[in-house]
């Protein structure tokens, strides 16, 4: 099949492709609990002739198409949702209250099956096998996935994530890291209780508490090389039991991002150390956790030129854009890039309005991507072949 019979076809399912993506988008379940999107996948994926298995990496489903002792070329994809309240009044909005699909999983799946729905009538030289991944939002996902034996046969695969900051009909590209690591800080901060009125006759844990917040953000600056970033944000706090008690204890959980790997690597022993040094000036003391969640993407050079030189055939130079700067969010992608060479590129999802960020209540993408997305990923999947 030549490229414009291809292309055209692709335009030809790109209704039935927003339909779904629509009902998704209406019916989001989180991490680990994908169930019932796994099972609209799985009958839709059968019903075009694929070989799927179901329950990989506990709610994910696994896609092959292609002679079973062959090589593959993969496509990760995911599915799950976020603990959001949706605040966009569309027709097709979330369904499930506090649930929604505010990072694109939704147009990733629908991606996809669009690229499964082309795929089977190509002749191609390996195998393709399309991921739907569940639990990419807890960058825990990967992980089941690949203990269950999803790499195995896979030569290569290719990933897509939404990019709010890209036009709908342009991709990014970025060679190298292309997302930072990510970690969680768990701080413990132990005063001593007292009573509200007489603060001198206790340990305040958190004036402490509020001290290791500020204090931590100042040491980044001062003793941290800028020229490698590192973002430290505590997203939840909880400490003391009445008004007029000074609180004994303060947990706070936060998570880091750093896009030197070596440096990462030595951030458990460097929170630890400015944490509690900046604790033990309040009179307190802190117990300090570091957790490694997951690598930064870095993306292969063949296959990331393989998804250049696909997108600048079918969008053009102009609509290919060479990221500058990789991103500080986080992607468990790169799991599987430590077990097969990959690249991840962003696909533009901004409209004419524009589009509200990643995470947000607001968030909106242009549909118009969804195709988009599937033509550069089967043109590169041809490509791999080759």
Not at 321 to 327: D, G, R
Not at 363 to 385: H, Q, W, Y
Request: glycine share 10%; proline share 4%; hydrophobic share 40%.
């Amino acid at each position: 099949m030549d490229r414009e019979k291809l292309l055209s076809k692709i335009d030809s399912i790109k209704d039935e492709l927003i339909n779904m993506r629509r009902h998704i988008h209406a019916h989001p379940e989180l991490s680990g609990l994908e169930n019932q999107t796994a099972i609209l996948i799985s009958g839709y994926l059968k019903n075009i002739g694929w070989r799927v298995t179901e329950s990989v990496g506990r709610t994910g489903v696994v896609a092959d198409f292609g002679p079973k002792d062959n090589d593959f070329i993969g496509l990760r994809v995911d599915m799950d949702a976020l603990p959001i309240y949706e605040n966009t009044n569309l027709s097709f909005s979330s369904k499930n209250d506090g649930i929604m699909h505010a990072c694109g999983h939704d147009l990733h799946t629908c991606i996809g099956l669009g690229v499964a729905k082309i795929i089977k009538d190509l002749n191609l030289k390996y195998g393709t096998r399309i991921i739907f991944q569940p639990a990419e939002e807890i960058a825990s996902g990967a992980k089941w996935m690949i203990d269950d034996g999803v790499t195995n046969q896979l030569k290569q695969i290719i990933g897509v994530h939404v990019f709010p900051e890209l036009l709908v009909g342009t991709i990014g590209i970025k060679e190298g890291s292309l997302t930072a690591a990510a970690g969680e800080i768990s701080v413990e901060i132990l005063g001593k209780s007292g009573h509200g009125a007489r603060p001198h006759e206790g340990v305040d844990a958190i004036w402490a508490a509020s001290k290791v917040i500020s204090g931590i953000q100042e040491a980044i600056t001062r003793k941290l090389n800028p020229l490698d970033p590192v973002v430290i944000t505590f997203g939840k706090i909880n400490g003391g039991n009445a008004y007029n008690i000074l609180a004994e204890k303060v947990n706070l959980t936060g998570t880091l991002r750093c896009t030197n790997l070596k440096l990462f690597r030595d951030m458990g022993d460097w929170l630890n150390s400015n944490i509690s040094s900046i604790a033990n000036s309040c009179g307190a003391k802190a117990k300090v956790k570091f957790r490694e969640i997951v690598p930064p993407v870095n993306n292969d050079f063949v296959v990331n030129k393989v998804l250049r030189d696909s997108a600048v055939g079918i969008l053009g130079h102009e609509n290919v854009i060479e990221l500058q700067k990789p991103s500080l969010g986080a992607e468990d992608f790169a799991e599987f890039l430590n077990e097969v060479p990959g690249a991840m590129f962003r696909l533009g999802v901004s409209g004419e309005k524009g589009c509200a960020p990643l995470h947000s209540s607001e968030f909106n993408p242009d549909e118009r991507a969804i195709s988009v997305g599937i033509k550069v990923i089967t043109e590169s999947i041809v490509k791999l072949n080759n």
